[in-house]
């Protein structure tokens, strides 16, 4: 097989910019990233606050996810027809908003309808920062914005987990949200330092493409967090109504699916007309660019799984403290912003494939291993191994596949560029948390079924006094509380404490098998990243950069 010859590329003489922009870009991304990572945290204060299931705090994680996801596209365009700092500026105001209202949230609610508006303003900022990332630096400083961008979600995650878990033990979950307020009035002061092209008046918005895609997003998220709870296949108890008997939940994916698919046709249609696509297909159109999006879906929804699983373990079945929380993921975030800082020094040693493949073979080699060794203290050291070397492929990866679709692309396309990361994160956080509760409950309650249908000891007497339609993740105190109002004896109520307990450790364990199974899936479309080090593109490709650019 013929090998394509290769030309070395000398970078220009570039001017190097002031790092002064770059710390409201970072800081941009991190109000982001630190509210998104602090609602897990949070996740036992705000059960106990709202009084309700850790499912619905969830929600919060899916509307926010869902609405960055499903808009982001459209923020991309608003970036580029009205000017990215001025755009930036207003979005960050709405941000601020979000956390004023999820800071004093009375009810949970309110609380999902603060995380919806947070999610809508994010929509605009997620492009935002791609954009005045590549209006502010260029060749290497840009490369190193970028590296640092994925550093700074990283590191809002390992604050997120240190601040939300000591102010949640002695203080409560509001104040970790409340500190937002002010760090989002600092971005808003330091925006004035950035440099930004004025808006393109020709650039046009795609409201009807807008629609399919939003609608789109939606569906497939929305479906995706009410599997367990209005069924997987038949439709449940809880399902708000059926379609010939089939629950509406698996019914709104493959809508979503096929909406999805309807943008796309729309799109290569708008742009054929010569009109100004929603989404310009052209950061899309390699190989090597739909691998880097592929593997973006499956690494960022791992760690959204691994994100919803571990303090819903910590804090709802252990019953600790949120800086138990902190403390048990603290090796797995830190790990991830080294990571991710750290693995741009290996771009001119390895290809984005070998990195790629790597990484992936590291975050299916540390959930396998946390599979096997888990048990009931997270502070095992086994178990922060196993975290460990997940976060260093996760942390890599992160970096790795958005750097390539920055780099694949010309300047002009940076906002859309945005958009379509903004889409993948969110939309693969959304589904990963949404897939590992449903997940987890499920295989919680078929466990549960099976054990107390083989117990002799919990007899049909006994069970019909507790609602087994909507099993969850309860504490082992809960349980005695609950099971303490029935006739139960002490036998029986310390037999259920032990099946629930057992059944618990048995969800989370295949739970992490299967994740271990989809990371080892990835492996393959990874294969498709560049096999090609920065500087020594092949010719070819590299005349058909040209030609696109």
Request: aromatic content about 8%; overall charge positive; hydrophobic content about 55%.
């Amino acid at each position: 097989m013929a090998t394509a010859s290769a030309t070395t590329v000398h970078p220009a003489d570039e001017v190097k910019e002031s790092w002064v922009p770059m710390i409201a870009i970072a800081l941009g991304q991190m109000i982001m990233s630190f509210n998104v990572a602090s609602l897990p945290v949070a996740l036992g204060g705000m059960v106990a606050s709202f009084g309700v299931p850790p499912t619905t705090i969830a929600t919060g994680i899916v509307a926010y996810s869902m609405l960055v996801a499903g808009f982001v596209m459209l923020g991309a365009k608003l970036v580029q027809r009205y000017g990215t700092a001025r755009v930036f500026r207003v979005a960050v105001v709405m941000f601020c908003a979000s956390q004023v209202l999820m800071t004093f949230s009375p009810t949970a609610t309110v609380m999902i309808a603060a995380q919806a508006l947070c999610g809508a303003s994010a929509s605009v900022i997620v492009p935002a920062l791609v954009a005045l990332i590549a209006e502010n630096y260029k060749g290497r400083q840009q490369a190193t914005a970028v590296g640092a961008l994925g550093s700074a979600r990283a590191g809002a995650g390992v604050l997120a987990f240190v601040i939300g878990g000591i102010l949640g033990t002695f203080i409560g979950w509001r104040p970790a949200f409340g500190i937002l307020i002010a760090v989002s009035a600092l971005v808003f002061f330091l925006s004035f330092r950035l440099k930004s092209t004025p808006g393109r008046s020709d650039v046009g918005i795609d409201f009807f493409g807008v629609l399919l895609a939003a609608a789109a997003i939606i569906a497939i998220s929305f479906g995706f967090n009410n599997l367990n709870r209005w069924g997987l296949g038949i439709a449940g108890p809880n399902a708000p109504f059926d379609l010939l008997g089939l629950s509406p939940a698996p019914v709104l994916i493959v809508l979503g699916i096929v909406l999805g698919q309807a943008f796309f046709m729309w799109t290569h249609r708008r742009q054929a007309a010569g009109k100004t696509p929603l989404l310009a297909l052209a950061v899309i159109d390699s190989p090597q660019e739909r691998a880097a999006v592929y593997s973006m879906f499956s690494v960022v929804a791992l760690e959204a799984m691994l994100n919803f699983s571990v303090p819903l373990y910590i804090q709802i079945v252990q019953g600790r403290s949120p800086i138990a929380t902190a403390i048990a993921m603290m090796p797995f975030n830190l790990t991830v912003f080294f990571a991710a800082m750290l693995i741009v020094r290996f771009y001119e040693k390895f290809t984005p494939r070998q990195i790629g493949r790597g990484g992936f073979i590291l975050c299916t080699a540390g959930l396998l291993w946390l599979a096997f060794v888990v048990h009931n203290d997270w502070s095992a050291v086994p178990v922060l191994l196993g975290l460990v070397v997940f976060g260093i492929g996760q942390g890599a990866l992160v970096t790795l596949l958005f750097n390539v679709l920055v780099t694949a692309s010309p300047k002009e396309l940076a906002g859309d560029v945005g958009s379509l990361r903004g889409t993948t994160n969110n939309l693969a956080a959304a589904v990963g948390t949404a897939v590992a509760g449903a997940l987890l409950v499920g295989l919680l309650s078929s466990a549960i079924m099976a054990s107390i249908a083989a117990n002799p000891k919990l007899t049909p007497e006994l069970q019909s006094q507790i609602n087994l339609d909507s099993v969850n993740f309860v504490s082992n105190d809960r349980l005695k509380t609950v099971m303490a109002q029935t006739t139960a004896s002490p036998a029986q109520i310390e037999e259920a404490v032990r099946v629930n307990t057992d059944a618990r450790l048995r969800a989370l364990k295949i739970g992490l098998l299967l994740m271990a199974g989809l990371a080892m899936l990835t492996i393959f479309p990874a294969g498709g990243l560049p096999n090609y080090l920065p500087g020594e593109m092949p010719a070819d490709l590299a005349s058909g950069e040209r030609k696109r650019k």
